[in-house]
């Protein structure tokens, strides 16, 4: 008699470790699970705030895949519990294998986007991948290299913006990149004329969008230098109107006489009378008339 209680005492022990073990698994994993979903659709959305459905199907797939596996798993671990049937082994397997499959997703995939995101990566590493060949990873790594203010890169990005065959996608990077390296207060080392003398190059691209880009950079470093050629964009009649008011927002931006004195002579000989206004309006945020 005393054999038999103790045998149903232990199965009883046994059968309680393998729910524990079902509802233990299950339960980390739908923690993990839910945060997991919750950092992936607020990453995805970015500055926009938009998820496409797409991504919004894979959060919601994970949660499906976490509730089917956990209402079978722990069902049957629990009925083979009530039951004292040996239903208890195989639901608490398929808990914990559901739940670690589900975690080891969810580990894999942040991984990868912790890689792909170049926000995250020091200068060492952009400045490399900035010197490969990999054409995408070069245009990331001249975008975050500017968002650092790496000064060391700026006689590459200078090299790159000036290459009249290099992807324009690149070029156009490269470009905003020196105007935020080299706007006030430059980082100590930073090749400020070389960029100057880069970005006014640039002004008389071909591209269409290379000395849009550059104006808006020069306006962003304010060196008076950079006054005469924005002042020769703005007035060619040649150039379409983004290109030229680009060219007048960055005069405005940097200000002074010299500046003051180039806006107004513009306004008297300009003939767009969509620019004449929007030349008085800079002039404006001057205080001057």
């Not at 054409?135 to 060391?152: F, P, S, T, V």
């Not at 006014?200 to 060196?223: H, M, V, Y």
């Amino acid at each position: 008699m005393l054999d038999v209680s103790t045998e149903q005492k232990s199965g009883r022990h046994s059968r309680t470790i393998w729910l524990s073990t079902a509802i233990g698994a299950s339960i980390v994993g739908g923690v993990s699970v839910i945060a997991f979903a919750g950092w992936w659709l607020t990453r995805i959305s970015g500055d926009c705030g938009v998820i496409r459905i797409y991504e919004q199907v894979f959060a919601v797939m994970l949660i499906g895949v976490w509730l089917a596996g956990t209402a079978v798993g722990v069902g049957l671990a629990v009925y083979g519990f009530v039951k004292k049937s040996r239903s208890i082994v195989p639901g608490s397997a398929i808990a914990v294998l559901v739940n670690s499959g589900l975690l080891l997703v969810c580990a894999k995939v942040v991984h990868s986007v912790r890689e792909a995101d170049f926000s995250l990566k020091s200068t060492e590493t952009l400045m490399q991948f900035l010197q490969g060949d990999n054409k995408d990873n070069q245009i990331l790594a001249a975008y975050e290299l500017g968002e650092h203010r790496a000064a060391e890169a700026v006689p590459m990005l200078c090299a790159l913006l000036e290459d009249d065959e290099e992807n324009v996608n690149l070029r156009l990077n490269a470009c905003r990149a020196l105007g935020q390296i080299c706007a006030p207060p430059p980082p100590s080392q930073a090749a400020v004329d070389q960029a100057v003398a880069s970005l006014t190059k640039a002004l008389r691209d071909k591209e269409r969008f290379i000395p849009q880009t550059a104006a808006e950079s020069l306006g962003k470093i304010g060196n008076v230098r950079a006054i005469d050629p924005l002042t020769e964009l703005l007035v060619d009649e040649t150039k379409d109107d983004y290109t030229r008011v680009s060219a007048l927002k960055a005069i405005g931006d940097i200000g002074g006489e010299k500046a003051t004195e180039a806006l107004k002579q513009a306004r008297t000989t300009c003939k767009n009378k969509k620019l004449i206004k929007v030349i008085s309006d800079v002039l404006d945020t001057m205080n001057i008339r």
